[in-house]
Every structure is written in C-alpha cells, then in structure tokens.
C-alpha cells in the first residue's frame, strides 16, 4: 500500500429489492432497502474492511439515497473525498427480484442519474495523484463519465509506479459499440491483474479455449489473472506458470449478488498489503462465500477479523 491507496472508479447506487421470488414488478410487492450497491461501491468498501488503504471516485444525488452510500463507505474505511455530490440529479437505483430460477428482473435508474454523473475535478485529482491502484469494473466502460476518467487516471497511476486491475464484468446481455470494444482491449493490454469469470476471459483474450486465453494474456503483459468460478471455487494463473485451485467455502446462497466484487476487493486488498497470491486467494474466497451468505449487495463484506472466522469455521469443498 505504500504508494498510496486502490482507487476505483464507478457507478454507486442503492439496490431495493423483493423479499419474495418471482416475476418482476408488475403488482405491489413487499420491498426491503435501500441497500449500499453498484459493483464498484461493493468492491472498494470489501477492500476498505479487509483493511486496505481505499478510495472511491463517483458521484450521488443529495438525497437519502446517496447518503445511504457515503456513511457506509465511510464507516467502513474507505476514503470518500472523491465522491461527488450532484445537485440536480437523484442518486442512481436498482430495483431487483430474483425469479424462481435464480434470475433476476432489473428496474434500473442509472444512466439519467448522479451514478453517470462524474468527471475530473480538482479532488478527483488530487486524490489519483496519490493512489498506487486503480480498479476498473468493466461495467463502467460503456460510461462516458466513467471512461474519460479511468483512462487519465490509469495513466497518471501507471506513470507513478502503480498497478492496474481489472474485473471484465461486461453484462452478458449488452452488446457494446466498437468504442468500447477498443476501450475494453486497451485496458486489458495495461492490466497487471485479471478478475474474470465464465466467457469474460476468453472475451478478454480474444481467442477460444481457457488454456490458450490464459497464455496470451500472461505473455502480453498481464501478470496475474484469478477466474472466479462461483461455487465451483476460483483459480489463480502467474506470469511464471504457476497455476493455484482454491475450492470454494460450503454455504447456504441467500443473495449471489455482489460475491465477484467482495472477491475482488478482497484479493486486490490482500496482495497490496504484502501478502502472496496464495494466501489472497483464501480471503477473496472467503470475502466472496461470506457476502452470499447475507441478503443484500455488500451486507456480508467482511472485516479481516471475520473473515479469519469464517475460514477458521467453514468448511471447504474438496
Ligand atoms: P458477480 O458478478 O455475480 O458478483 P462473479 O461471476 O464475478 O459474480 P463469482 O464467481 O460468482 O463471481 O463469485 C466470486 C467468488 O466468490 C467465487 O470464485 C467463489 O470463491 C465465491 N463464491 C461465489 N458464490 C459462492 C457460493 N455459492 N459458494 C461458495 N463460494 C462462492
Ligand atoms: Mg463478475
């Protein structure tokens, strides 16, 4: 951490979501929320608990909503200087009802809120001149607001020394223009570690087959990549051949979402506090496994403390 804190950069919003399963949203139902979410938000304040130095970059409305978010990530640790408050615009939401086959029906608010509403301003920049890595949820290319600021501050932290990682997280359902193909494949050529899962690695590659996708990507300059594999557990892959399993913690899913994010954090935290990939890999597990066991997006982010309780008390598939 001594170059100065993981930064990431995106969409922060509040998730409410249905208590029971089914169809959408089409009759009144019973709610629970507001919940701290967007994938950026979850990954940084999973990487504040575990005690890394943090730092997030977004903007709210000035309304309950955004307040919900700030003082999370604030209590948790994570340095908010670089979170903008929009006057005029509401802070971003997710409405989310899982179907009964573990889908989900989406009611979003995001691209005409304060969530897409950020750029470089005189703080964000002080703040990126400071930090020794940044994060990029891939989610957040297809940003405008989002990508002018990614791309100067992959830059400046890249130029002081720092590290990049990058969680490819495009959504399955979107298809993106060429800009933000050629976005995704420059931030991919300057990434010094992946976080992939499914079909985001060979995407990421460009090429067919997780073995071939692997070694193009550790021989053009990416020097750790970790596929998530949800409950199936998660691999990590080093430039020098080494090729660690983690299988995953056994537990009862309440709510998947967010389990990547905390993952990431976590590992991300975990190799900027010294430790090795070994090691990180047990705590981004756990981090992921633990936040699945609580119902909202970042509720079951953990603290390094009970994180080494959970591992000390779950057991792990074989
Ligand atoms: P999302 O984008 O939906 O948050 P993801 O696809 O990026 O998820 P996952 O592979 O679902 O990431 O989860 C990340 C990690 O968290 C997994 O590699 C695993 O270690 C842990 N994990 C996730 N779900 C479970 C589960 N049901 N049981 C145990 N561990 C889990
Ligand atoms: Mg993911």
Redesign the pocket.
Known sequence: DSLGPTVCVGEILVEIMATTAGDGFLEPLDLIGPFPSGAPAIFIDQCARMGGSAAMIGAVGADDFGRVNTARLARDGADISGIAVDPDYPTGSAFVRYRLDGSRDFVFNIARSAAARFGWTPKVQALIERSGHLHVMGSALAMPSAWSVIEKAAGIIKGRGGSVSL?P?LRKELRYDAETEDRFARLVAMSDLLLP??PELERAAGVEGEAAAIARLLGMGVSEIVM????K??TCFLVDGTRTD?P??V?D?VD??????C?GGAYVACRRLGMGPVEALTYA?AA??RN?TVRGPMEGAGTRAELDAFIANTPRRI
């Open positions: 969680d997280n899962s499914g998530k594999r949800g409950a557990g998660a983690a995953a913690f537990v899913e998947p979402t967010g389990a990547g994010d993952f597990s992921g496994a699945v």
